[in-house]
């Protein structure tokens, strides 16, 4: 847990609810906090040295670090180097997802339905502004939606109604991330469907129906603040679309090729129709998190929960 990303205190947060509820009966578990510098402490006492004489110290891995290196394959891709076992997607299903980009890419090719967008680089934007911001405006409209491709937890997401602040918007984001993408803004109710794997079998949650009440949409402060959000588990839609839902997040995982788990986000429009925003392999484990309350809904119990994740990665 931990890490150097925008999402380090939310992955300490969800480290410990791992810890904590995992079932000392079946584990003896320890914390290992990812520092800023690239480092790893072993229960807050001595640094490890994964490489050499501490990579058998442990049966498994599991891995609840948001961001960068957690999410997008860095930390996957150097436990599997070091042949230690962990929990949750592979290297590519992990950066195929952390990269909104890329992953909407694979969704238009299995046929899932996804809004349209544009990407671009800071050396792209810097050429080329004007026939990037041309094309942006007739392609995708207003209102729009401006984001970093590699970012979780609506970190750098702005909604944009006009060229004005769009062009404002693609400036600030710019600057701080290599690598944004202006996609169509969906208009309707924003939904969410974790998948479980439990015994061999991939399984969706019950659908969740989020209504922010801190933003203008699921942001940051209305994700992990108290009383940000309102989660409707399972959603008060209709019961064909309620499947619908469960059926895309389904397939979205298979896309994407995930393990274990994952929670896909989807917005219910306006026009009827349904839309996958982006797929989350590492779904937070908070107090307010969604993944855990649905699998409760299910009748799954965070220790089980746990159990069910851990047995698919093994």
């Known amino acids: 847990m931990g890490g150097p990303s925008s999402e380090r205190e939310i992955s300490l947060i969800t480290g410990k609810a791992v810890f904590d509820n995992l079932d000392r009966k079946k584990y003896t578990p320890s914390q290992i906090e990812m520092a800023k510098d690239g480092s790893f402490l072993l229960n807050k006492k001595r640094k490890l040295d994964l490489q ?6 442990f049966d498994i891995i599991f891995i609840a670090m948001h961001g960068s290196p957690g999410e997008d394959g860095g930390v996957q891709g150097m436990l599997k180097t070091l042949g230690i076992k962990y929990t949750g997607s592979g290297v590519l299903a992990s950066a195929s997802a952390m990269n909104k980009m890329r992953a909407a890419e694979i969704f238009q090719v299995y046929g899932l339905p996804t809004p349209k967008f544009e990407a671009f680089t800071k050396t792209t934007w810097k050429n080329n502004s004007k026939e990037l911001f041309d094309m942006t405006i007739k392609n995708i409209g207003f209102p729009a939606v401006v984001k970093p491709i590699n970012q979780g937890s609506a970190v750098g997401v702005s909604i944009v109604k006009n060229k004005e602040e769009l062009k404002n918007a693609i400036n ?5 991330f290599s690598k944004i993408m202006v996609q169509k803004f969906i208009a309707g109710k924003e939904a969410t469907c974790g998948v479980l794997e439990k015994d061999g079998k991939i399984q969706a949650l019950p659908p969740t129906h989020i209504l922010p ?3 203008e949409f699921y942001d940051y402060k ?8 309102t989660h409707i588990c399972p959603a008060d839609f209709d ?5 619908e839902i469960q059926k895309l997040a389904i397939q979205a995982h298979k896309a994407l090729g995930c393990r274990g788990m994952s929670r896909t986000d989807i917005f219910v429009g306006d026009d009827k129709n349904l839309y996958i925003l982006e797929t989350n392999t590492i779904p937070g484990m908070t107090p307010v998190s969604l993944f855990p309350e649905a699998a409760a809904k299910a009748g799954i119990k965070f220790p089980q929960m746990l159990d069910c994740i851990i047995k698919a990665s093994l």
């Open 52 to 57: 050499n004489k501490d990579r058998k110290l």
């Open 172 to 176: 600030k984001t710019i600057k701080i």
């Open 213 to 215: 009440n801190l933003g």
């Open 222 to 229: 209305s994700k992990y603040k108290t009383g940000g959000s």
């Open 239 to 243: 019961e064909k679309t309620n499947l």
